[in-house]
């Protein structure tokens, strides 16, 4: 037995190092302009537990979860100017026996941003951020009863920034930017000021934005990325909202990847304490560029 695993491993071994130097290529690298590079990349991963009288019936409950994302960063290069886009897409659903079917991820992440690069490793940016959700969210009680609380462009975030940015390589990026965040909220409150009586649908926050980002491959097939943000309304300290992103990929095979992500979040308008989520999935991911 312990022979036959000795084998299994190291046939898995082979497998993954004879795939290293293909994991990280795109299927279409071959198509992008030479003054752009590119990182794209679709996911499906898929979970299922089924239980039938395991254990005599006393535990095991059947569940599945499926999350598709889409990510994409790309740049384009020329003598003056780098031009960026951003785009995050995820939508996620758990299925749960007794409970039924709720949301795991719903994320729309839009960012397009200009630089100037004549100044070397710092750099003058201006940009847009787009940020909301595909689908209605639900807030669920002990009774199964559920209150809608969120939903497509309700709330909305709309951020025009203009800055500067230290960037010493492709890998670190570090920007402090003044900043215009505009909440839009028609139905669900999120931009109204509980101070006034007029219900407001449209929050207008100028600020100061740091943007944090770093990436590392470790090896072929081992990459890391963390992005932290940070907003502060002009209006004090007590205004600050924040996110930190982490998530390490590792490519087992082509198309098969585990991932392990850690994100802490913080926004007063959301709730007064901090937000954390954590995920493992192993998915079929199918690398664009």
């Not at 949301?103 to 847009?128: H, M, R």
């Not at 809608?148 to 975030?157: A, E, I, K, L």
């Not at 999120?190 to 207008?204: N, P």
């Not at 205004?239 to 850690?262: Q, R, T």
Request: hydrophobic share 40%.
């Amino acid at each position: 037995m312990n022979k036959q695993i000795k084998i299994l491993a190291l046939s898995f071994s082979l497998v993954s190092a004879s795939f290293a130097d293909d994991a990280s290529e795109g299927m279409f690298s071959g198509a992008l302009p030479r003054n752009f590079n590119a990182d794209v990349v679709a996911s499906l991963q898929f979970s299922r537990n089924h239980f039938d009288n395991w254990n005599n019936g006393k535990d095991g409950t059947n569940s599945s979860l499926w999350l598709a994302k889409y990510d994409a960063d790309v740049k384009g290069h020329w003598t003056h100017i780098d031009w960026r886009n951003v785009v995050k897409l995820s939508w996620g659903r758990t299925y749960t026996e007794g409970l039924g079917t709720r949301k795991s991820q719903d994320e729309i992440f839009l960012e397009t941003t200009v630089s100037e690069n004549d100044f070397g490793i710092i750099k003058p940016y201006a940009g847009l951020r787009f940020e909301s959700q595909f689908a209605k969210s639900y807030q669920y009680s002990d009774t199964a009863a559920r209150v809608p609380v969120s939903c497509f462009m309700d709330p909305g975030y709309f951020t025009q920034f203009a800055g500067l940015s230290y960037a010493p390589d492709d890998n670190f990026m570090q920007g402090l930017a003044f900043a215009n965040r505009m909440t839009f909220s028609d139905g669900y409150g999120w931009a109204d000021d509980k101070d006034t009586k007029k219900v407001e649908s449209l929050k207008d926050e100028p600020g100061l934005e740091s943007v944090t980002e770093y990436k590392v491959k470790f090896s072929t097939i081992i990459s890391f990325k963390t992005r932290l943000w940070a907003f502060v309304n002009f209006k004090g300290v007590d205004e600050i909202d924040g996110k930190w992103e982490n998530d390490l990929e590792i490519a087992l095979v082509p198309l098969l990847v585990l991932s392990l992500g850690v994100d802490l979040a913080y926004d007063k308008d959301v709730s007064e304490d901090s937000q954390y989520r954590d995920a493992v999935n192993l998915g079929i991911v199918w690398r664009w560029f």
